[in-house]
């Protein structure tokens, strides 16, 4: 038996899209503003850090306003800790020079050019992301995207590696993103992070279609993590607990920090992608369906000595894609990856979701 966690986080309840709009002009920033306000509150974010959230915010709405043409958009999300992040994503020409633009006192529109710089003053912490646009080249995307993350409290803590459980080693990242279709109350897409001393366990599920009955089948399977002593074993305990209901596809993934490895496997249509310093592996898994007839599930198991960075995906989530799509994205934070991957792969037409980890094996 694993050594039991005193919290498992839920998708359901820990990864929450709580706001998102489309920016189009400075209007957007009204309600914006109305409901980060309201979140914040309920969250007991301070009122000082309140006021930093309103200006990180304005100077996001205005970011995408002048340099996007308002072909952007605006989210709020609650992650686990609980931390709230404030998501300005946009498809405009991109930033040709990042590390320029965020000086004080540069702007490229006869500005006071304090936007990028203050979002990093204001924010607990931030991260950026873009892609420029380029005469000649064929991106999926060019714009950029800024992640403005907050912390309830005083002190600058993650709460993944800060849990009431035994704590993780630094070095492990965890990105989370899971959306109903059509924002839709019920969503069948789930993700479950367990935390102990030396382990990072996730189950990444998929229940069949969308909808309620979706939403029943891949519930209450959270103490699975906890009871069972291996992966497998998990997958094996969720298929009998499946039997009788809408059935779900799912992959199971460990981190084992003292044995230094990483195992994933899996059930179904669900894909999974693990970079490590040279090349982007790309997984597939048995096919069937946990709770009706399915093939036996083999490990992919990935040992020590490198960096790595594991990606696992619903359907939901489009696969036409490459580390060569999105250059330096994978070595930036997991939770601006899982954002960036989830708004712009997402698939409009199914609930979405990606678990994002990455871990130094030495």
Request: proline fraction near 4%.
């Amino acid at each position: 038996m694993l050594p039991p966690t005193s919290k498992i986080f839920d998708s359901a309840t820990d990864c929450r899209l709580l706001y998102s709009s489309p920016v189009q002009n400075e209007s957007a920033l009204i309600l914006l503003r109305s409901r980060l306000s309201a979140i914040a509150q309920r969250l007991g974010i301070p009122e000082q850090k309140r006021d930093n959230m309103a200006l990180v915010a304005s100077e996001l709405v205005s970011n995408q306003v002048k340099h996007a043409g308002g072909h952007g958009l605006i989210q709020v999300w609650q992650q686990p800790g609980p931390v709230l992040d404030i998501l300005a994503l946009d498809y405009g020409p991109g930033i040709a020079n990042l590390a320029l633009a965020e000086k004080d006192g540069y702007s490229s529109v006869n500005t006071l050019g304090k936007g990028l710089g203050s979002i990093r003053r204001l924010s607990d912490e931030s991260f950026v992301y873009t892609q420029h646009e380029s005469a000649g080249e064929l991106k999926k995307w060019s714009g950029a995207v800024f992640l403005a993350r907050f912390y309830p409290g005083s002190k600058h803590t993650n709460p993944i590696k800060d849990t009431s459980a035994r704590s993780l080693v630094s070095g492990v990242g965890v990105g989370l993103f899971s959306r109903s279709l059509s924002n839709d109350r019920y969503n069948g897409d789930r993700i479950y992070l367990q935390i102990t001393g030396e382990t990072l366990r996730w189950l990444h599920l998929d229940g069949l279609g969308h909808g309620e009955q979706a939403q029943a089948a891949t519930a209450n399977l959270a103490s699975h993590l906890a009871h069972c002593d291996a992966p497998g074993a998990v997958l094996e305990a969720v298929d009998r607990q499946l039997k009788g209901t809408r059935g779900a596809v799912a992959i199971i993934g460990e981190l084992d920090l003292a044995g230094q490895a990483l195992s994933i496997l899996g059930v179904g249509d669900m894909h999974a992608h693990v970079l490590d310093d040279q090349e982007m592996h790309n997984l597939s898994f048995a096919p069937g369906v946990l709770g009706k007839e399915h093939k036996k599930p083999m490990p992919f198991s990935f040992a020590s000595g490198k960096r790595y960075l594991a990606i696992t995906a619903s359907d939901g989530i489009r696969r036409n894609w490459d580390v060569s799509n999105f250059p330096g994205l994978f070595h930036l934070h997991p939770q601006l990856i899982a954002y960036t991957l989830g708004n712009i792969m997402g698939r409009i037409s199914d609930d979405q979701s990606l678990c994002i980890t990455s871990i130094k094996l030495e």
